[in-house]
């Protein structure tokens, strides 16, 4: 069965440095999320992806976060200067657009010290 | 304003006790309703969608329905690898149909 995946599983880095998050969506799915949870806190929407460019995003999502298809199967998010309150669960999630069902990915734990 | 509550935040059921899971919305216009699963530092899987009130779905023990105002996620003879924290979210109409906003989830703890 098709499913999204996420690299690395685990991220460790110091404040102000900057991360890439990568992440290959189911294959013939053409909508792209980000998602983050921290710890003990609900799911929260980050953005969202679609025909090369941002379709939406949220308040969290500002001039330190950026998203990229660099090629035809990855999607990526990066964060270029990490803060403390950066570190969450990041799940990456994929939809083929017709009904919305987002399928998730099994996420990245960013741990920012 | 939440969107979306979840009720309760913890559930401790035994193997065979059934129960279910509400999950009350504040959406005008729903586009649609989603049940997740998540299991203890993993990513949500999809289980539901939900679009209109009196639809139901069902998946093996698990039974979804909706109403004008919630949803339940109902469990039926649930079993110990029923254990997962079940998300509900809901597609937030106001700002783009894409966007999910979820719940704080119920934690369910079936014991053997």
């Known amino acids: 069965e098709p499913e999204v995946t996420q690299t690395p599983s685990h991220q460790v880095t110091q404040m102000g440095q900057e991360v890439i998050l990568r992440c290959v969506p189911i294959s013939n799915h053409l909508y792209f999320y980000w998602y983050r949870q921290i710890l003990g806190q609900k799911v929260e929407f980050l953005v969202s992806f679609y025909n090369n460019e941002i379709s939406e995003k949220s308040e969290i999502f500002d001039d330190q976060f950026s998203v990229e298809r660099p090629d035809g199967s990855n999607f990526t998010l990066k964060i270029r200067s990490t803060k403390l309150e950066d570190s969450a669960m990041y799940f990456c999630?994929?939809?083929?657009?017709?009904?919305?069902?987002?399928?998730f990915g099994p996420g990245t734990r960013l741990t920012v010290l | 304003e939440d969107q979306v509550t979840q009720s309760p935040e913890a559930l401790r059921l035994q193997e065979g006790e059934s129960s279910s899971l509400n999950c009350s919305y504040t959406?005008?216009?729903?586009?649609?309703l989603f049940w997740y699963r998540q299991d203890p530092g993993k990513g949500p899987e999809f289980l539901f969608t939900l679009y209109s009130a009196g639809e139901e779905k069902e998946k093996e023990r698990l039974k979804a329905t909706l109403t004008k105002k919630e949803s339940f996620l109902h469990i039926t003879a649930p079993k110990p690898e029923d254990s997962a924290t079940y998300l509900c979210?809901?597609?937030?109409?106001?700002?783009?149909?894409?966007?999910?906003?979820f719940g704080t989830g119920t934690r369910l703890l079936v014991s053997p």
């Open positions: 999630a994929s939809s083929d657009g017709t009904n919305n069902e987002q399928f």
């Open positions: 959406v005008s216009g729903l586009r649609g």
């Open positions: 979210a809901v597609q937030d109409p106001g700002t783009g149909f894409q966007k999910l906003v």
